[in-house]
């Protein structure tokens, strides 16, 4: 079987997403825990890990695949979880 269209990105697992979710709002209502936080920080490199993975697939199938756009390119978006005042 031949996949013409670029490959599905990765997604965090349902249950990480909303945990990542409610932490930033959480973390964006002054009431996240130290704990929390570095739950949050580790969930946010693991989206992040995911994103570059994709771009890199992404960028690797436009380059072989004759059919894809010219000088497209894969988009990353970064995600900062807001800083907190103590």
Do not use: C, Y
């Amino acid at each position: 079987m031949t996949h013409h269209g670029p490959p599905p990105p990765e997604k965090l697992p349902a249950e990480k997403q909303e945990r990542l979710h409610e932490l930033l709002d959480r973390n964006s209502e002054g009431v996240i825990t130290p704990e929390e936080r570095t739950e949050l920080e580790s969930l946010v490199e693991e989206a992040e890990q995911l994103m570059i993975a994709n771009s890199r697939r992404l960028a690797e199938f436009s380059q072989r695949d004759p059919g894809a756009p010219t000088g497209a390119v894969p988009v990353t978006v970064w995600i900062k979880p807001e800083q907190v005042e103590s």
